[in-house]
């Protein structure tokens, strides 16, 4: 699916295998992810979608990856959001 022009992509950098799902927006607006999933077979790709879909209260078929499955750095797609609107809501 292509993303629409209403759609946000934000580039989100990845770390698998941590104590705990977490979030952090850095100063320049960059997002971290760390998901307690580990990176076999896709699983890390689902629990971030997932985990960033229960923050933002929205539906999970909203969120998905667009490039760099198989990357640390992978560039998110969020249906019906723009991305101040999601960086906002990861923030607070």
């Not at 890390?44 to 998905?64: E, G, P, Q, Y």
């Amino acid at each position: 699916m292509s993303p629409r022009p209403e759609d946000a992509i934000i580039s989100v950098r990845v770390t698998p295998r941590s104590s705990k799902n977490q979030a952090l927006v850095d100063t320049d607006g960059s997002l971290k992810v760390w998901v307690t999933a580990a990176p076999v077979e896709g699983e890390a790709n689902k629990a971030v979608c997932d985990f960033l879909a229960k923050r933002l209260k929205i539906a999970k078929s909203r969120v998905s990856i667009v490039s760099g499955d198989a990357s640390r750095v992978k560039r998110i797609s969020i249906t019906g959001m723009d991305r101040e609107e999601v960086i906002s809501q990861l923030r607070g």
